[in-house]
RNA sequence: GCGGAUAUGGCGGAAUUGGCAGACGCGCCAGAUUUAGGAUCUGGUACUGUAAAGUGUGUAGGUUCAAAUCCUAUUAUCCGCACCA
């Protein structure tokens, strides 16, 4: 018989909405754990099925936690600024806060009726005043302590959007957001200046338990490198021209030197170069092409000699040509290198084309074929000052010298770049600044925050790129408020990234309107103690929240350097035909038509156990028909239920061995090995007919997390005491997980060979007597000698015989 | 190119971390029930073989009494970064 879930998910989720039952308290007695998962973007597409996998697995822990004892906080909200509602305003003439507020309500609805935990009562919405009045708050403390700053910055610039892009949201030369071309513009565009962070942003790494792949990649991104600045002079000037290298072993082997196109020394020189011309129409070649096209663009090095400029190599004291080519980047290290062709892949390509010498200075590799970059094996070797050394020591000793003779020094770089915070937007927060002829960028003053984003006309960004936020007189002027004269309100608005950045400490205090949340609020609940996020967020907002918090910590507005303990990551659930699920390919899941034929508990059951929480899955609907069956017979169980204790002693072994397992594997993540756990004993009691009113009460209780309505529909039904969710979770003795008798598996020569049953006390003679008691055993030993017995206690018994 | 991950039945996936490979679910086969379909229940189901037995965790070696698990090499797929000096 099938249960009527759509009557028993209806009904509970409205006696756990009457009775508050999820509330966090900000006093209690009770040990914290706050749970959080990464709240969505409203989009008007509604829930996808992919959602329910990561608040599922958290909501099962925070479930889990309450019945363990503790005061858990598991909240939930919106994320509600962002393009999409943006170009649907812009298509439909709809406000974009009245799209937001429709999205909310459906996804809100749909949440719902998932039967998640969460408490309602802190629900927070980024595009909300109140809300991102602190947001605004944050960015003008970050600008009185030096950390914003607006520069005239080459962008990405998407030529469909209109809008500046960060590095982070181009991908593969197109605008991450709707494909179109990015191309490369000066703007001047306000930056947080995250690089002041990297070094504590990767060494505070080590203070947090995140799972290995988000520390790597966070460690990648910020890419922390060591190496020396070196001076080399220009033939003929005081003047130099500085490289870094991670190499200053190397030194010996540069024969030639490579700028960037946009390097300054270019128009600094400009009168000395013999062929400008060239040089600029290589320049504008460069400029003109998007990073992406640039790098692109591996099959062929290409580039021009800045004829009647030459250098001299402060080591070997030759005399070395200088080139300009777009494989040197100038935005990181200082624009030029040193090329070192024999020890340099890139550098030995463009020799070749270029017909410049390529000097061997390391030993080990062949330098006929491809250049040798082993740092760490080979010897230095024409290199007079170091000759002979090798690996760290050639490089030490190198900056040594170098910095004995004031021609280098060490230095460390960074690929993390700042943090490009502008868009020419109108559906994001407005960065609460003010500009005066007189005093220049001013912060607006904290008690006339929040500043309200005004009612527009039209949401389309200029076709110059600015705001629409720019064609409204009566709302960028304004008075400064420093001196009073006449000035103008910044129109450019924060990216996405920015609400986001904080939100995790805005839950602990939802509605305070003095401070972004108060003091005791944060004393008490901070650190999150377990966030869960998609992989695609591991970089990018796990990067800038966590540099906002040390930022917020370092000004004391926090009290922990970390926001998140524990990080991990879920899968993404593929469509049936194991591809990636979109419209497009037509393989699309809506999680409420599921819902509408299985129940929220057989979704829940089933995207937990779809396979390993962490790792890509493809839905299968015959998988979902699978966990309603579970479920079904779990709630006819109750039919098979009897009095009486009447535990045989293998029954309550397996129960106690049950609850072990469902325990551990949830604060383990395993969901999909809990749910079959508990799937396994069903069946035990199924085969024995009967279950007892004991049995039962425990089997609800830890299922009870994946599949609430149901279990606590029965837990009613059974006459138990109260409701389920405030009930504890049982409790195992790890003593009765083991069975008085052991099967252990007898293995000849490591092949499977017998099973004997023995008591768990047994010790080694009994067992020995006991295995060579087996016939198996006895024929294939007979007459043989016997090398070498091998017992592992519960394990196995092993014999190698002759 | 660099970095990371993965590879186990027809499918999704288990395997106490070196100790019985394939738990649990799907699918499939057979039986029961049903007018039939569906649903439900029971049993079976890695491969070869009637069987005895043998083979088997991408591929090839190795270490070990014992390898999905450790080592070496190699292949494929996915993800991230991508001329980072």
Not at 648 to 659: A, D, F, G, K, S
Request: aromatic fraction near 12%; charge should be negative.
């Amino acid at each position: 018989m099938s249960y009527d879930f759509k009557k028993i998910e209806k009904k509970w989720q409205k006696i756990w909405d009457d009775k508050k039952v999820f509330q966090a308290e900000n006093n209690s007695d009770k040990p914290k754990f706050y749970a959080l998962v990464e709240f969505p973007y409203p989009s008007g597409q509604g829930l996808h099925v992919g959602h329910p996998r990561p608040y599922t697995a958290l909501d099962i822990v925070a479930r889990k936690k309450r019945m363990q004892g503790y005061n858990v906080l598991y909240p939930m909200g919106w994320d509600a600024f962002g393009l999409p509602t943006e170009n649907y305003a812009i298509k439909t003439g709809i406000h974009p806060r009245e799209v937001t507020k429709r999205n909310v309500a459906h996804f809100k609805s749909q949440l719902k009726a998932l039967g998640y935990s969460f408490d309602w009562s802190r629900e927070i919405n980024t595009t909300d005043p109140e809300y991102y009045k602190w947001t605004q708050w944050i960015f003008i403390q970050l600008y009185k302590h030096g950390l914003a700053y607006k520069k005239e910055f080459p962008i990405n610039f998407c030529t469909n959007c209109k809008v500046g892009l960060a590095n982070e949201e181009v991908v593969n030369g197109v605008c991450e957001k709707c494909g179109g071309e990015v191309v490369r513009k000066v703007k001047n565009q306000w930056m947080l200046k995250i690089t002041d962070y990297a070094q504590k942003l990767l060494d505070d790494l080590d203070t947090v338990d995140y799972i290995e792949r988000v520390k790597t990649s966070q460690k990648n991104w910020i890419g922390r490198s060591e190496g020396a600045l070196i001076d080399f002079p220009i033939t003929g000037t005081d003047d130099f021209i500085t490289v870094y290298t991670t190499r200053p072993d190397t030194i010996y082997g540069s024969t030639y030197m490579v700028v960037s196109p946009e390097h300054p020394i270019i128009d600094k020189y400009e009168h000395r170069l013999k062929n400008m011309d060239e040089i600029r129409a290589y320049k504008q070649e460069a400029i003109k092409k998007s990073d992406f096209e640039r790098t692109e663009i591996i099959k062929e090095k290409t580039g021009v000699k800045l004829e009647g400029l030459t250098a001299i190599n402060p080591i070997s004291k030759k005399e070395i040509p200088v080139y300009t080519s777009d494989y040197v980047l100038m935005t990181y290290g200082t624009g030029a290198i040193m090329a070192v062709p024999a020890h340099d892949q890139r550098d030995y390509e463009f020799a070749k084309i270029f017909n410049i010498p390529i000097v061997e200075v390391i030993s080990g590799g062949n330098i006929e074929v491809e250049a040798y970059t082993d740092s760490m094996n080979g010897v230095a070797i024409n290199s007079p000052l170091i000759e002979g050394l090798k690996g760290k020591d050639a490089i030490n000793h190198m900056i040594e010298i170098l910095e004995e003779r004031g021609i280098g020094q060490r230095k460390v770089n960074y690929r993390l770049r700042d943090w490009v915070f502008s868009r020419q937007r109108y559906w994001g927060e407005p960065i609460p600044m003010v500009y005066c002829e007189h005093c220049g960028w001013v912060p607006v003053p904290e008690e006339e925050l929040p500043i309200e984003l005004p009612d527009v006309e039209n949401y389309k960004p200029a076709d110059d790129g600015e705001s629409p936020l720019a064609n409204m007189p009566q709302w960028y002027n304004t008075k400064c408020p420093v001196c009073g004269a006449e000035a103008k309100r910044e129109t450019d608005t924060m990216p996405q990234w920015a609400g986001s950045s904080w939100y995790y400490l805005r839950y602990t205090d939802p509605d305070n309107n003095e401070v972004l949340a108060g003091k005791d609020a944060l004393d008490y609940w901070m650190n999150v103690d377990w966030y869960n996020g998609g992989m695609e967020h591991t970089t990018l907002h796990l990067l800038y929240s966590r540099f906002w918090h040390k930022f917020l910590y370092d000004i004391g507005v926090v009290n922990t350097p970390e926001p998140y303990a524990k990080r991990t990551s879920h899968g993404m659930i593929l469509g049936d035909n194991n591809e990636k699920m979109s419209k497009s390919r037509g393989n699309v899941v809506n999680p409420d038509d599921v819902v509408d034929e299985y129940g929220a508990d057989t979704l829940r059951t089933y995207e937990m156990f779809i396979g390993d929480f962490e790792k890509a899955a493809p839905w299968n609907e015959n998988g979902v028909k699978g966990c309603k069956r579970f479920l079904d017979r779990v709630y006819n169980l109750t039919e098979l239920v009897a009095d009486g204790k009447g535990y045989t002693p293998e029954l309550e072994t397996y129960i106690h061995q049950t609850i072990k397992k469902v325990t551990d594997d949830i604060d383990s993540m395993k969901f999909n090995t809990a749910i079959a756990a508990l799937m396994k004993l069903a069946n035990y009691y199924y085969e024995a007919k009967k279950i007892t009113k004991d049995d039962i009460r425990t089997f609800i209780i830890l299922l009870n997390p994946m599949a609430p309505h149901v279990t606590e529909e029965i837990w009613q039904m059974m006459g138990f005491e109260g409701m389920l969710n405030e009930t504890s979770w049982p409790v195992y003795d790890i003593s009765k997980t083991v069975n008085d008798t052991i099967e252990i598996p007898i293995q000849i020569n490591g092949k499977l060979r017998a099973k004997i049953v023995v008591d768990k006390e047994a010790d080694a003679d009994e067992l020995k007597a006991a295995v060579f008691a087996n016939d198996v055993v006895k024929k294939l030993t007979d007459g043989k000698m016997i090398a070498k017995q091998i017992y592992v206690p519960g394990r196995v018994y092993n014999i190698v015989v002759k």
